[in-house]
């Protein structure tokens, strides 16, 4: 258990890095939505989602190279640093997912898109929960880990989906776009 917390530490705390810049695109997608500056705001749509996906390759190539000194920091006992090593393609492989989904997150928020963001996120949750509860107890902390990049993934599925319906706040953003004014 001590491998996989130390897996779950480095996840967090490096998430926790593509998620500032969700908050960026958050502010700055508010900014221009609220001051119907639309042509602007796809600007910053797609910028902030360049920017997480540029981000989030190069944060898993880092850990993916650095996780064992990264988790040497959290024990020095050789069993635990095992079985977080186990981890490794998990924690980094997912990295460019995660970036892109607290991206997405943002800019929900940045519009007031709430209501999709919690039914999407609980849409999404169910689907990984269900999936956990079969993947865990037959492939033990791999199924954990594979059911939080489900998770993960799913989140962005959604959020892309959302982007590419066009529909509730992020009509007005692309409604211009359509008449062919940008």
């Not at 981890?87 to 929900?108: C, E, H, K, R």
């Amino acid at each position: 258990m001590a491998g996989h917390q130390i897996c779950v530490q480095i996840w967090l705390a490096v998430s926790l890095l593509t998620d500032a810049l969700a908050l960026s695109g958050q502010a700055l997608l508010a900014t221009n939505y609220s001051q119907a500056n639309y042509q602007q705001a796809r600007k910053v749509i797609y910028s902030v989602l360049k920017i997480g996906l540029a981000t989030g390759f190069p944060l898993a190539v880092f850990l993916f190279i650095g996780f064992e000194a990264l988790s040497g920091l959290f024990t020095t006992d050789a069993e635990v640093l095992q079985i977080a090593w186990s981890g490794t393609l998990f924690v980094a492989g997912s990295q460019p997912v995660n970036a892109i989904a607290f991206v997405l997150d943002g800019l929900y928020y940045g519009v007031s898109d709430y209501e999709y963001a919690a039914v999407s996120m609980v849409v999404v949750g169910l689907i990984s929960s269900a999936f956990l509860l079969v993947a865990a107890p037959l492939f033990s902390v791999a199924g954990v880990w594979t059911g939080l990049f489900l998770f993960m993934t799913l989140r962005v599925v959604a959020g892309f989906w959302r982007l590419g319906t066009k529909s509730g706040p992020w009509k007005v953003i692309y409604c211009d776009m359509e008449k062919g004014k940008g």
